[in-house]
């Protein structure tokens, strides 16, 4: 790990300020390239952070991989069709005990008449080092109902109820979140729950809706 680190640039920082012992989260390069096939790839690291840190080196290195084997997978009469591979990332939450970070990714595969956008999710306990999944977030095991309605109330709220491809009636195991000060936010992928041409969709939750969240999540 530290070999790969090394040969990966630090962009800039950031701090959260009022803790006991202030949080950085850097930007960290992965891939910067334009020669044709355009990389712009930056993922988030906080140090001591092992387990959120190989896991983001890993999605960014991911698209990296992705990008660059269909750039290569392009025959010779295609010389002008390059890939493009781009991740960004923003930190939703950090408080002393908790990180949430979504990232925002895209991959234009050589030749592809449309690119596949992307979102991914990692929240972290800052103490521990442990991922937090859903099911972390709440007192006891019975929380789908009540998350399930709030959800289908807001998706008819918004109007994206009428756009689904199917009834939204399941919370899966997995669901992708982020937190922020006030909301709960599921995220779902391009073509998970609606047609492609609208992409990756949000869902916000206030947290304040939501029976047995735990106090240290509210």
Same mark, same amino acid.
């Given at each position: 790990?530290?070999?790969?680190? *090394?040969?990966?640039?630090?962009?800039?920082?950031?701090?959260?300020?009022?803790?006991? @012992? $202030?949080?950085?989260?850097?930007?960290?390069?992965?891939?910067?390239?334009? /020669?044709?096939?355009? &990389?712009?790839?930056?993922? $988030?690291?906080?140090? =001591? &952070?092992? =387990?959120?840190?190989?896991?983001? &080196? %890993?999605? =960014?290195?991911?698209? @990296?991989?992705?990008? %660059?084997?269909?750039?290569?997978?392009?025959?010779? =009469?295609?010389? /002008?069709?390059?890939?493009?591979?781009?991740?960004?990332?923003?930190?939703? &939450?950090?408080?002393?005990?908790?990180? *949430?970070?979504l990232l925002n990714g895209v991959l234009y595969e050589a030749g592809a008449a449309h690119g596949y956008t992307y979102k991914e999710t990692l929240n972290y306990e800052l103490q521990s080092g442990s991922a937090i999944k859903m099911i972390d977030l709440f007192e006891g095991e019975n929380y789908e109902a009540n998350l399930l309605a709030a959800v289908n109330q807001e998706m008819e709220a918004s109007g994206l109820k009428e756009n689904l491809s199917f009834p939204f009636d399941q919370i899966k195991e997995g669901q992708q979140f982020y937190l922020t000060e006030q909301e709960l936010v599921l995220v779902f992928d391009q073509y998970e729950i609606t047609s492609g041409s609208m992409g990756p969709q949000e869902v916000a939750i206030l947290k304040s809706e939501l029976e047995n969240l735990k106090d240290i999540y509210k």
């Open positions: 790990m530290a070999s790969k680190l *090394s040969a990966i640039s630090i962009a800039c920082a950031v701090t959260l300020t009022g803790c006991a @012992e $202030p949080v950085e989260v850097e930007e960290v390069v992965v891939a910067q390239e334009d /020669d044709g096939m355009v &990389l712009d790839i930056t993922v $988030p690291q906080v140090e =001591g &952070l092992d =387990g959120f840190n190989e896991e983001a &080196l %890993r999605l =960014g290195e991911q698209l @990296e991989a992705q990008t %660059r084997q269909s750039e290569q997978a392009v025959t010779e =009469g295609y010389t /002008d069709v390059h890939a493009d591979g781009e991740m960004n990332f923003e930190t939703k &939450l950090l408080d002393t005990e908790t990180i *949430s970070v």
